[in-house]
């Protein structure tokens, strides 16, 4: 209601504030653009369920793999290689 009161003019309208719809209005609002963002209920409920999954599964394997890599049975062999050079 009271946006319609206002009659003010937005460059961008995003339909859905969930992990998407929010992540998409921030971009934009942060290149200068002025937005709006309409949600049906609670904001980030959900609606982008799989999205924050996939994100959550992509971080977690990032973290395994950084935590291999650094175990001291990885970085022996390049240790003692070097210790042998000097």
Same mark, same amino acid.
């Given at each position: ?7 003010? /003019?937005?460059? =961008?309208? #995003? #339909?859905? $504030?969930? &992990? +998407?719809?929010? @992540? #998409?209005?921030?971009?934009? &609002?942060?290149?200068?653009?002025? #937005?709006?963002?309409? /949600?049906? $209920?609670?904001?980030? %409920?959900?609606? %982008?369920?799989? %999205? +924050?999954?996939? =994100?959550?599964? $992509?971080?977690?394997?990032? @973290? +395994? ?7 001291? /049975?990885? =970085? ?5 290689? =070097?210790? /042998? +050079?000097?």
């Amino acid at each position: 209601k009271e946006l319609q009161q206002k009659k003010k /003019e937005f460059d =961008l309208v #995003v #339909v859905g $504030g969930g &992990a +998407t719809g929010c @992540g #998409v209005a921030l971009d934009a &609002a942060s290149r200068g653009l002025s #937005v709006v963002l309409v /949600e049906r $209920g609670d904001f980030a %409920s959900g609606t %982008s369920s799989r %999205s +924050t999954k996939l =994100l959550w599964a $992509g971080i977690r394997y990032m @973290g +395994t793999a950084i935590a291999r890599l650094l175990r001291w /049975e990885s =970085l022996k062999r390049p240790y003692t290689a =070097l210790i /042998e +050079t000097m």
